[in-house]
């Protein structure tokens, strides 16, 4: 169901990625930036939040599916438009910081 819903709205405005993915999800608890959201995994989950080291303010996307050493993620504003892309990404990435899971208590 998530996946339909993010290929549904590629391509379209959907602000800045805490924004975004707090509307996409619900959940009223995803505030601040990207940069100040805390992590509580190290391990990648499907319905987790993935975090990157992407300069000035970091950057969240949504774990949508895993597959191998890939994850599909969709976010918004990871290529500074404020529109929603889905797209796979290396589990490996440098630039991934750590992952929230909403499961887990920090």
């Known amino acids: 169901e998530l996946i339909a819903r993010a290929r549904a709205l590629e391509g379209k405005w959907g602000d800045q990625c805490v924004t975004f993915l707090k509307k996409f999800l619900a959940r009223p608890e995803i505030r601040g ?3 100040t959201f805390p992590v509580n995994s190290e391990k990648p989950s ?3 939040l993935v975090k990157f080291d992407y300069k000035p303010l970091g950057h969240l996307a949504l774990i949508l599916e895993i597959a191998g050493d890939e994850m ?5 504003n990871s290529r500074l438009d404020e529109k929603i ?4 990404i290396s589990i490996d ?3 991934i910081i750590g ?4 499961e887990k208590i920090i």
């Open 33 to 35: 930036d990207a940069w």
């Open 46 to 48: 499907i319905g987790s």
């Open 72 to 76: 599909l993620v969709v976010d918004s």
């Open 85 to 88: 892309h889905t797209y796979w």
């Open 93 to 95: 990435d440098i630039n």
């Open 99 to 102: 992952y929230y899971d909403f």
